[in-house]
């Protein structure tokens, strides 16, 4: 009699079992960051009504990247390594601290300057998802390299969120796009 009991339950476990496990979804096309922003324009890094809901702050005129220019400081891209991050985190691994050690050195070289930290995703997940995780890694970066003795006055955080990535890339082949960009700024 006992066995008898255990067979109904059993039947419900494996049925709840293959119901519940469904595989998870890729992004669809219109989850992209170009659609949700609407003109796709790079200026427009945070479409309206996603700024509130996830703390990022909108910026202002003076703020604008355009021809080589960020606000009134020319950019110097490529003059440091990009920091690169795992899937779905912010958190620096050691490998990459170097490369923001560097950064620190590079402005305690040249007083002059600043440094523009631009966080990046990969093309999975929502673009206001991605806004906040590149604002994060952003963040996370600046933080670190104001630990080693840099002035926060002098760093800049922004966002590009999944603006230029990949899109339809595996996990595994995104890794470039999961990064934060450090330009200096003269």
């Not at 496990?21 to 992209?32: A, I, N, V």
């Not at 200026?43 to 909108?58: H, K, M, R, W």
Request: aromatic letters at 6%.
């Amino acid at each position: 009699m006992h066995h008898f009991s255990t067979i109904p339950l059993l039947t419900i476990l494996t049925i709840s079992l293959i119901t519940g496990c469904t595989r998870p979804q890729s992004p669809s096309p219109s989850d992209t960051v170009s659609q949700a922003i609407g003109n796709g324009s790079d200026n427009d890094l945070i479409p309206s009504g996603i700024a509130g809901d996830y703390g990022l702050e909108g910026r202002s005129a003076d703020d604008v990247i355009a021809n080589g220019q960020y606000g009134d400081r020319t950019m110097l891209p490529n003059i440091l390594e990009p920091v690169y991050f795992g899937f779905d985190s912010s958190a620096i691994a050691p490998q990459e601290r170097i490369k923001l050690q560097e950064a620190a050195d590079y402005l305690t070289s040249n007083p002059d300057t600043a440094l523009l930290i631009e966080g990046h995703c990969d093309w999975y997940g929502t673009a206001e998802y991605n806004l906040a995780l590149g604002d994060r890694r952003a963040s996370s970066a600046s933080q670190y390299v104001e630990t080693l003795g840099i002035d926060l006055a002098r760093i800049e955080t922004l966002s590009k969120g999944s603006l230029q990535s990949i899109s339809g890339l595996a996990k595994d082949q995104s890794f470039q796009d999961r990064r934060v960009d450090l330009i200096i700024l003269k």
